[in-house]
């Protein structure tokens, strides 16, 4: 059985807590697009991880993990990672961890150009988390980038480099920041390049194979549907295919070998960084901060949080076509007298089912709410449906009916037990 886990909004839906518990019964675990740009948490007992590029399935014994060709990999980001997770007692090696030989690398000069860009766009400034997720990613596409196959061969490296920054240290320097230097930024990837050597290869005959020979394979994907660079609310978005068709130009593994397509939503919606957020709301902001709650895994900031939005979940569920659902941080809403769903949006006085193209409609949409009795008790120790409150599970439904899909996980705590199967 292979299955897709994605986000359903703008990431941080608790996607590693399902893959972690998806992946019990996976043989491999494998990431296809993104970069460090991404921040999965994970609990294990009294033990909390944060994974930015390591599959979580690092975090089970016996368990391939694979970070595929359509991830853009950060060196200095994975080997900090990497000795992080080896401090915390976990084992990397070639036997659980493979990366892509065609997988794009982000450079020190990427970051700066992110940074350097995000000073150019001014008040359009899409707040990215300046990883150099971006500009990895544009260079793949106008043919400028570097595969580690290229980086693993020290010639080849230094001539493309060379070339690239000809013209990006151009640009830094229209925005005041400093040049790169060729042979400084190759010295500085060095040491992290020899520490990754053994476990890069084609991982795609590797994937094949596992298919071939009926291993389960599960794919975790990053961020979420609305920071797709083709569905997301453009241009605040990511620049990778976080959808579930990523997963497949992100891993060499054709869409006929997707079994199902797990789709994770909170039970509220959350985003960090700039751009809409129709249901938005100051109130449920302050008061999930004030649990401790919804602060970015990868940055510390703040998320903003509101009310669920199903015309977000509505189109996330048919572009990545989920057919299960799981609904994550329901314990978030425990003590909510009324809980508001939005069902559509109003443009200029006409219902909208789907979500607008238009830049400028997203200013203009307004939220259509409708209200549900909150069910005022603590649901962290619920271990079945029938445990859920009354009006948790009359909530759910509502979710499933208005998203069309059916759900099969809720979470109602960090911990791998807190998970319960339908
Ligand atoms: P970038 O991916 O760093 O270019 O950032 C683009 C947008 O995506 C920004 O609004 C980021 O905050 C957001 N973003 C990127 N990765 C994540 C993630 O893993 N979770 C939530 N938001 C993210």
């Not at 807590?17 to 990431?31: C, G, N, P």
């Not at 298919?211 to 605040?236: M, R």
Request: hydrophobic residues 35%; glycine residues 12%.
């Amino acid at each position: 059985m292979n299955t897709i886990v994605n986000g359903l909004q703008w990431g941080d839906e608790g996607k590693g807590k399902i893959v972690d518990y998806l992946t019990e019964s996976a043989d491999f675990v494998v990431r296809g697009q993104g970069g460090n740009n991404a921040g999965h948490t994970v609990i294990v007992g009294e033990n909390k991880y944060i994974l930015h590029l390591v599959p979580s399935g690092i975090l089970w014994p016996g368990k391939q993990n694979v970070i595929g060709n359509g991830v853009v990999l950060d060196p200095l980001g994975l080997i900090q990672e990497i000795a992080t997770l080896e401090d915390q007692g976990v084992t990397i090696s070639p036997d659980n961890l493979l990366i892509s030989d065609r997988a794009h690398v982000v450079l020190p000069y990427h970051c700066d150009l992110d940074a350097a860009q995000e000073q150019a766009r001014g008040k359009f400034a899409i707040g990215t988390t300046r990883r150099g997720i971006g500009p990895a990613y544009s260079d793949k596409a106008t043919r400028n980038g570097l595969r580690l196959a290229d980086l693993l061969d020290p010639g080849m490296a230094r001539e493309l480099v060379s070339v690239r920054l000809e013209d990006a240290n151009q640009f830094l320097g229209l925005h005041n920041m400093d040049s790169h230097d060729p042979a400084a930024i190759l010295t500085a990837v060095e040491g992290a390049l020899e520490r990754l050597r053994p476990h890069v290869t084609n991982t795609i005959p590797t994937l094949h194979q596992a298919w071939k020979t009926g291993q389960n394979i599960v794919f975790e994907g990053a961020q979420g549907t609305f920071l797709d660079v083709d569905f997301g609310t453009y241009p605040f978005v990511t620049s990778s295919n976080t959808t579930s068709g990523g997963a497949c130009t992100g891993s060499g593994l054709p869409p006929v070998a997707i079994d199902r397509v797990v789709g994770v939503c909170k039970a509220y919606t959350t985003r960090v960084g700039e751009g809409a957020h129709i249901t938005e709301n100051q109130e449920l902001s302050d008061y999930l901060h004030g649990l401790g709650r919804e602060f970015g895994a990868t940055t510390g900031r703040k998320r903003r949080c509101g009310w669920l939005d199903c015309v977000l979940l509505r189109f996330a569920c048919m572009v990545n076509g989920v057919t299960d659902l799981a609904v994550t941080n329901l314990d978030g809403l425990d003590e909510r007298e009324e809980i508001r769903v939005c069902t559509a949006y109003d443009l200029d006085g006409i219902e909208h089912s789907y979500p607008p193209a238009q830049r400028d409609a997203w200013e203009r949409a307004k939220p259509i709410y409708e209200s549900h009795p909150g069910w005022m008790s603590d649901t962290s120790g619920c271990r079945s449906w029938e445990d859920l409150p009354g009006n948790a599970r009359n909530y759910l439904d509502r979710l499933s009916e208005l998203a069309g899909a059916p759900v099969r996980y809720v979470g109602i705590g960090p911990d791998r037990e807190q998970t319960i199967l339908l």
